[in-house]
């Protein structure tokens, strides 16, 4: 478990999976992420981010409100397939939960666990160009912007925003 001024970060609790299943059945949530998941869909990627942070000890970890326990969404660092060799800080937050700085200060953490911890040499974030609240919050971590690419993802091709920090960049702020 980690934490940070307002959250908590930790692994999915069987009491998570309702929430989060609600959060990747919504539309507007998943608009930029592949479009919704059925449960037993949202169920395989908890268990497997679980089983990710576990075994790698980075991982897209559940974010409680340490305030009440409320679960807010999910958030940390993944390998994915466009760019295998760097970790990406990412975040997804249920509708609720959007405009209260929850997906800063969670990826704001997950820099600092990736450089300080991890001792990783760079740290990519990646969107939906049409994306614009997760490329603000790329701007407000202080990210860098590097291109705008074509990506591939379940064999749909989509067209990203790239940003990225180095441990470098990451120990000046």
Request: aromatic content about 12%; glycine content about 8%; overall charge negative.
């Amino acid at each position: 478990m980690r934490t940070t001024e307002r959250l908590i970060l930790r692994p999915f609790q069987d009491s998570d999976l309702d929430a989060w299943a609600a959060l990747n059945s919504d539309p507007d949530v998943m608009r930029f992420i592949g479009g919704p998941l059925t449960r037993a869909e949202s169920d395989r990627e908890a268990a497997g981010i679980n089983q990710t942070w576990e075994s790698e000890r980075y991982g897209f970890l559940a974010i409680e409100r340490a305030a009440d326990g409320a679960f807010v969404g999910a958030g940390g660092l993944s390998r994915e397939q466009w760019y295998p060799d760097t970790l990406e800080v990412g975040w997804r937050l249920a509708r609720e939960y959007w405009g209260h700085g929850y997906a800063t200060e969670a990826a704001a953490h997950w820099l600092a666990y990736g450089f300080t911890e991890l001792q990783l040499p760079r740290i990519n974030s990646v969107t939906d160009t049409p994306n614009e609240r997760s490329i603000a919050v790329m701007r407000r971590l202080g990210m860098t912007f590097e291109r705008v690419t074509d990506l591939e993802f379940d064999g749909e091709t989509f067209n990203a925003t790239v940003y990225s920090m180095t441990a470098e960049a990451f120990r000046m702020i």
